[in-house]
């Protein structure tokens, strides 16, 4: 199913309403086509324009409007060529594996000798968005707080919102070990992919009858219940009043209640002492900047002999150095602050700041490639009941973006996911 490409309602949005004109944009939209056009010729997709067809064959891009798709891009590079998807200028059927092709050859797209201007052209990210006490609330409602509703028509009965853990062979490559691909994907339920993984994180981090759990980022309260109904008492934070109460709801319904408190509190700001802190896909929505306050944070609760285990969506280092204070589509329109880690500048941060040290190590991006799969043919197939809950054509073509967007990036294996454990050495 593909969505009807539509221009966005400018009381709506404002910020797309308006194409970008004038003597600078005529320069930078000409720029932009020479290197686009010239980038695709030489790549496995098909481009198709009004008057020719550029490419190696491969995911068909339909250009319907060029001249507004290269005047966003000559103004606001990947954040223009975002917005010109959500204002329906071009177009995929297979925007997955479109974007995948283009995610794979991300770091030859633009010619070295131009990128060394990085940091010159690319806009930065703004101060608002960085995630200090006051910025961090809002840059989580604006995704977080979005609506419940929403979210349950496309995530599966247990509203885990990060990968899944498919079943699938592991393969040790001496320093960690990868989830390979999923055995027999079509026939392998997401509900009980997604248990593996919660079964998997409480496992490493050794929840157990009795333990002090501290979870960083409740989500909608699923692996709080799991934890509990080990015995454990979880302590669950966010800063999401709409996931907040959703995940006490769910709680009190599986009869848990006594043993979780769901808090709306910065992780900054927690005391007292854990024997296990658990946090999935928390870290990406920290900020560089703060990196090592959320290490330091969580060996300063951590009981000894404690054990921490967290699920991080993580970049190549190298990239990570060279985009760290870049503002992207996903920033934008996504997630305001967001940011992704290295496992490398994780593995630095903690032996500079903390006692805790890496010691074990599962990478599964394959898995998540998967899970957004899923994830984008419900969204699809629920298009009318997204539309019932107020969100307009716009809202719908952005999300699908984002979706498709994000299972590129690990298809292409641009980026990874990884369950990482900590423990003091001393302490093991």
Known sequence: MTLTPTRPEAATWPGLATVPTGPRTTV???????????AVRRLPVTVVTEDATYGRGGPVMTVLRPDELFARVGRQGLIGFGEAYLTGAWDAEDLAGFLTVLAAEIQHLVPDALQRLRAVVVPRTPRRHRNTRRNTRDNIAHH???????????????LSYSAA???????????????????????QDLR???????????????????????????????LAIHAARRG?????????????????????????????????????AVTGSYDAVVSVEMIEAVGHQYWSTYFETI????????????QAITMPHDRM???????????????????????????????????????????MGAHYAETLRRWDEAFLAAAAEVRALGFDETFSRMWHFYLEYSRAGFASGYIDVNQLTFARPEEM
């Not at 060996?299 to 967290?310: M, Q």
């Open 28 to 38: 930078s939209a000409a720029v932009a086509r020479r290197l686009f056009l010239s």
């Open 144 to 158: 977080y707080d979005l609506s419940n509703d929403l979210f349950q028509l496309f995530l599966d009965p247990s």
């Open 165 to 187: 853990l498919f079943a699938s062979d592991v393969e040790d490559r001496g320093d960690h070990r990868v989830a390979l691909e999923p055995d027999a994907v079509p026939h």
């Open 192 to 222: 009980e992919a997604q248990d593996r993984k919660i079964e998997r994180l409480l496992d490493q981090a050794g929840v157990r009858e009795g333990t002090r759990v501290l979870e960083i980022g409740s989500g909608w309260g699923e």
């Open 232 to 268: 454990a008492r979880v302590h669950t934070i966010t800063l999401s009043s709409e996931q907040k109460a959703l995940a006490d709801e769910r709680i009190a319904a599986a009869g848990l209640g006594h043993l979780v408190e769901v808090e709306l509190c910065d992780y900054r």
């Open 299 to 310: 060996d300063r609760i951590l009981a000894p002999g404690g054990r921490v285990a967290i």
């Open 321 to 363: 150095l060279a985009t760290r204070n870049t503002y992207t589509w996903i920033n934008k329109y996504i997630f305001p602050g967001g940011f992704l880690p290295s496992v490398e500048v994780i593995d630095q941060i903690t032996r500079r700041h903390t006692g805790l040290r890496v010691t074990d190590r599962l990478s």
